[in-house]
């Protein structure tokens, strides 16, 4: 595909998060596409972009809008508290743990108490190891249907999809119970025990 090919996804992956299309599917086509390296890349930074615009459109053209839907995720409200004290980190975790759908979070996050640095730095090694995994995926989607000959077997690949997964599985449990204290911190301290 060459290039171009790469340049022209990254354009249309970062449309489509912008415009909160899901883009697991793109995301593993990126590794079907590129391979792992160059898929993980161009995701990684077309996504990063993205969250980055969506942000900024949350926190200033749709300011309003998106503070009114915050009214329907007390959840988030919470947990907005500890990113005011928190920043980078608790982005960081939140992007490794799937609490909020990604492309709608971005514009939520505008509206919450975190400056665009922790944001973008928190969203982008966030983000890294998922989109590793689903990137990944396409690529042994790819080496197990090709009809080529791999160089190699079968299942070295499922292997290490498996740890992988693995890896996200423990990665995203821990950030969930270190959000989960995070928040049960900040309701300690708003009633005052």
């Given at each position: 595909m060459g290039f171009l090919g790469v340049v022209y996804f990254g354009v249309a992956y970062t449309i489509a998060e912008v415009l909160a299309i899901p883009a697991i599917p793109l995301t593993a086509s990126a590794g079907y596409l590129f391979g792992p390296v160059v898929?993980?890349?161009?995701?990684?930074?077309?996504?990063?972009?993205?969250?980055?615009?969506?942000?900024?459109?949350?926190?200033?053209?749709?300011?309003?809008?998106?503070?009114?839907?915050?009214?329907?995720?007390p959840k988030f409200k919470k947990i907005d508290r500890a990113i005011g004290k928190e920043g980078f980190k608790l982005m960081f975790l939140l992007r490794l743990?799937?609490?909020?759908?990604?492309?709608?979070?971005?514009?939520?996050?505008?509206?919450?108490?975190?400056?665009?640095?922790?944001?973008f730095f928190g969203t982008l090694f966030g983000f890294a190891p998922g989109t590793l995994a689903y990137v990944y995926s396409g690529y042994v989607g790819k080496a197990l249907t090709d009809g080529a000959e791999s160089s190699h077997p079968w299942y070295v690949y499922a292997g290490g999809l498996a740890i992988l997964a693995g890896f996200l599985k423990v990665a995203a449990d821990t950030a969930t119970q270190i959000v989960g204290e995070l928040?049960?911190?900040?309701?300690?301290?708003g009633t005052g025990r």
């Open positions: 898929g993980t890349s161009v995701v990684l930074f077309s996504a990063s972009i993205a969250a980055a615009v969506s942000f900024v459109i949350g926190r200033t053209i749709l300011r309003t809008y998106v503070e009114g839907v915050l009214d329907d995720y743990s799937p609490l909020f759908p990604f492309a709608l979070s971005n514009y939520l996050y505008g509206a919450s108490s975190i400056d665009f640095t922790s944001f928040e049960e911190e900040e309701e300690e301290e």
